[in-house]
């Protein structure tokens, strides 16, 4: 399976990381997502000894290579517009989230797809983290009951960004860039259960970011009378362990799951609190390309992705308008 | 300082705990906040020792000991009413929040309290919880910088409730009585910063509890553009160590503050997360009575605990709604 990059601004460790167990993945060729994104320096800095061919140009890169699939990590406000070009190619697609910044970019891309040329997964990594997957087996399974009130956060490092985050036109935003994951945690876990979101951000204490929103919260009704919400934010101390802070809390009538600092634990009415047993890791890339080699299922469908993409920017239409925003 | 109890419907020993160390202070009476209360029976059962004399009506017991101050515990329908009362015969007055079921009730409390004979205090006693008074702290040392985004949990087991939880009636809702000690902390950590509500709450899993809402949600926009969230439920399980999980955020700029599991946590840029020292814990009710006598500031000033209660019902009323209520 011939194997492009194009863009270096997002999470393309997820492919290449697992370049060795990726048998039959070759990887040949790497492209800036645009002129302006540093990929260049990126490449020689980290990664010319992988030996990936560079190309100045994606386009260029693609019609000489032919690729069988892309990963699509530019500068964000573009990976709606590389992956649409990769799907209309027919070439798979390995995307980085949110897949558009602008609810009309995501229409385009939807569209695209459903043209049905080629398969498309979004960099919704958490649903293969093992401590989430134990607690979505948890209330799968029903242990906690019927999941009635969620709570969500992401916290991160800020450190120093590079200029693309400090504008929404590039960046999109904080809510369709981190918030997202607590987003497609919801949606999962409540199997896709929103209906209306409020929000808030601010770009107060965003430490010269410009319009970087340091932090903010969402919240949804659910359709089963039950609530939600996500908070958000880049105030993770720079002294703090690791670089997240991921917690979800997922409550209903029969017990309590948790996940918090990578482990998820269960508590029911009959039994103490205990850690759940936690699958060995998969990683997504791996399974996108036994998808589109075999048919097997994802964790998250493309129409999922599309759908928890566009919560994510109607939660962020709701901050930016400080009102509800009607999700289905 | 003769001090009666009406009404063993709430945080009675929240006076009766400190009796040995409240000097000065002697129970004269006790008597059931209404009729149907049941008080006599918990009378019989864990106060008769107490040998405070039992009183069948408390209007009785008002004209018969002339007491200076009346701990206010009936249903909580009634806390006001009683309160009221108590203020008008320049009774002072430790009563359980929320003070008031409804926003008429809580005016008319409030115009008999700036009448100014008597004193108030409600039993909003996580202000003295040593861990929430160490987290303000830190706080109001600027060791996170600027409020920006706050958190707050209340989980509480449901078990039994007695029938008067089961109706809005005399209840008064889930947010009142449970998430108002989550509001206050917003209020007291923010400085009064909570400027509109969304809110959403449900009976469902409420385990034949009827009107009782089992869980919900509250979204608050601050003053400085900020957010905080409060999450509430019924659901902590039976297994679980203690009654409730009380947990609170506040994340700024320059660091994050927790308080979970009792302590109180800190991380900064600078710093690995440590705990915060607590002070010796002191006694609300103590405070009070101290806060009468000599006019020591309280934590929490009347005026702040009918601006609490007031955000509470108004936070209800969102949640009744399912929409979004000024509180400014």
Redesign the interface.
């Known amino acids: 399976m011939k194997t492009v990059i194009i863009g270096t601004s997002g999470h393309i460790d997820l492919a290449l990381g697992v370049r060795d167990r990726a048998h039959g993945v070759g990887f040949v060729g790497i492209a800036p997502g645009s002129a302006d994104e540093d990929a260049k320096a990126f490449y020689i800095d980290q990664l010319e000894a992988t030996l990936i061919p560079w190309y100045d140009d994606w386009r260029t890169m693609l019609d000489r290579e032919k690729p069988d699939l892309a990963v699509v990590a530019p500068f964000f406000h573009l990976q709606s517009a590389v992956a649409r070009a990769c799907l209309e190619r027919g070439i798979h697609v390995f995307v980085e989230k949110p897949m558009a910044t602008s609810l009309e970019d995501l229409a385009r891309l939807r569209a695209a797809h459903a043209a049905g040329r080629a398969k498309l997964c979004p960099m919704l990594a958490y649903r293969y983290h093992p401590e989430f997957q134990a607690a979505r087996r948890a209330v799968e399974e029903g242990l906690v ?2 999941p ?2 969620l ?1 969500a ?1 992401k ?1 991160y490092k800020l450190g120093v960004r590079h200029p693309m985050y400090t504008r929404r036109a590039t960046y999109g935003g904080t809510i369709p860039w981190v918030a997202i994951h607590a987003i497609d945690w919801l949606w999962w876990f409540t199997g896709g259960g929103l209906v209306e979101v ?5 770009t ?4 010269d970011h410009a319009e970087l929103e ?4 969402c ?1 949804y ?1 659910l359709a ?6 996500v ?1 958000f ?1 880049f ?7 690791g670089h997240g802070d991921d917690r979800l ?1 997922v ?3 029969l ?2 799951v948790e996940v918090m600092n990578g482990e998820a634990v269960l ?7 205990r850690k759940l047993e936690r699958e060995e890791p998969r990683a997504m890339f791996l399974e996108f390309v036994r998808h589109i080699e075999t048919g097997s299922p994802m964790r998250v469908s493309a129409g999922e992705a599309f759908a928890v993409s566009e919560v994510a920017l109607k939660s962020r239409e709701a901050a930016d308008r ?3 925003v009607r999700l289905r």
Chains 1, 2 share one sequence.
């Not at 107060?204 to 430490?207: A, I, S």
């Not at 089963?224 to 919400?229: H, Q, T, V």
């Not at 105030?235 to 362990?241: D, E, I, K, L, Q």
């Open positions: 009951g019927e009635l009130l709570t956060q916290s409020t929000g808030a951000h601010t107060k204490g965003n430490r340091s932090s903010g919260a919240f009704r089963n009378g039950g609530s939600a919400s908070n934010d105030f993770r101390p720079a002294a703090a362990p809390r409550a209903g009538d017990g309590v508590a029911t009415h009959d039994a103490a609190p400080g009102s509800s």
